[in-house]
């Protein structure tokens, strides 16, 4: 290993990525495995576990906030300075991403597809409203982040910041006009319009208040870049999880306070359908506490367990690709039901099984990406 530092000091990072975001990307993909296979499988559960149904799928809730932070501080911290150099080939490699995630939805959309054949359903509503989820947000916001860094390139604090509000006005505006005006549906034909209206302004993945919440994170990734050029990195990382913690307080009160922050409706998402302000700010907030913590335990951890964190943070580099194949592995199951019933034991174990077999062959090939590019630069 490196030579040892000092607790008070932590060393310039010299390694383009910032790990403890692929960490953190990690982590809250674990978040969005707890929602999406808690309920299932506390269901074949023994039912003297079922009172840890709630609290686990309302852990997984973290997950959607947690993604949207880790972006924000990436476009802070990555894409601000690369964009500020004048790049052209920046620009492409965005655009390349936003086709990419663009790809993903209309993959992830297949499973859902596939049963919407098999039962006959052909109702256009159906299929057009199984394209939905998050992976439209993070395409639309690809697309528009070069736009979003050229509004905010003279004074990215400041005006990030603003755009940001700009932007939860305009989906709260918008959401409040286009609800008190039915007839556009009509008009305009209600399937596309209501499909419209939910990636825009109403739906759990709305993109202008998402937008708005990872402009307000831009900053934070923007102000960390600056200050890795220095050697005391510890109080940066310090002030970062008392931000969060001050954040997750504020968004947490103001929960409280509308009656919205309970353990029932957070799980049911209703308070995430157009997404609240406070709800993100309540999770976003510990997303913040968690990667000052990692950032903060990155010389401990890659002493005295390197190797779990290179995997960790393979796996959170791989955060798209997990996503598009867990979203095939419970269909999967169910179509095996027409063939064999598997109940019980089995029947939590074997989707388990099968995502820890495609994490790892994902993982490994991104294993393989870095060392190749390691060994290009070298």
Known sequence: MDKMHSPEKLPPIKNPRFTALDESRALAIFGMI???YGSGTFKRLPSQLMFLTDPVLFLGRFATPAFITVFGITAGFVYFSTFQTGRTDFIVRIYQRAWMVLAGAAVITIPEWINLWIHRDFSLNAWIFSLYSVL??????FFTLPLWLRLTRRNPVRDCWILGVVMWLIGLGLNV??????????????TLVEYLRMNLISGPYAYFQMAGFALWIIPLGFLLKRAMKQANLRRRFVQLVLLGLAVAILGGGAGVWFNELTVRKVVDGAVKAPPHMWYFLFFGGFALVMIGLLALAQPWMHRHMSRTMYVLALFGQSALFIYVGQGFVLPMLGWLDGVVNIEGFWRIILPLVVFVLFCSVVVLHRHRLVQSKSAAAG
């Open 136 to 141: 439209n947000f993070y395409a639309l916001a």
């Open 177 to 190: 006009v286009w609800t008190q005006n039915p007839e556009w549906k009509s008009s305009l034909g209600p």
């Open 34 to 36: 707890l929602f999406h």
